[in-house]
Nanobody
Framework: QVQLVESGGGLVQAGGSLRLSCAAS????????MHWFRQAPGKEREFVAA????????YYGDSVEGRFTISRDNAKNTVYLQMNTLTPEDTAVYYC??????????????????????WGKGTLVTVSS
């Protein structure tokens, strides 16, 4: 059974930072590309960041480019999202997702949620002004 479990969300003031983690189990993690999406109330799920199986390729949505950094540790089956210079517009539920095809990232920056194979339940990030 595949499980993706996000952690690290919470309340932070504008300008602050948070680091999200996603621990994976039941999946060939080192063969999967990993992604972060987010969904704000009343909005569609939005691509945030993605990373190839080996960590060599990283991709970001336009709204987070330069502020967020995705990374992974294949020895720990964990992917991270370092979020800096947060703004209230970053408030959302953040989801970890896996594309288990071949470890590559397809379609950036217009990566569709429908192309993911597995999802976590999400972690809430709230940025206060």
């Amino acid at each position: 059974q595949v499980q993706l479990v996000e952690s690290g969300g919470g309340l932070v003031q504008a300008g602050g930072s948070l680091r999200l983690s996603c621990a994976a189990s039941g999946i060939a993690f080192s063969s999967a590309s990993m992604h972060w999406f987010r969904q704000a109330p009343g909005k569609e799920r939005e691509f945030v960041a993605a990373i190839t199986w080996d960590g060599e390729g990283t991709y970001y949505g336009d709204s987070v480019e330069g502020r967020f950094t995705i990374s992974r540790d294949n020895a720990k089956n964990t992917v991270y999202l370092q979020m800096n210079t947060l703004t209230p517009e970053d408030t959302a539920v953040y989801y970890c997702a896996a594309d288990g095809r071949d470890g590559r990232v397809y379609g950036p920056p217009n990566i569709l949620p429908e192309s993911m194979d597995y999802w976590g339940k999400g972690t809430l990030v709230t940025v206060s002004s």
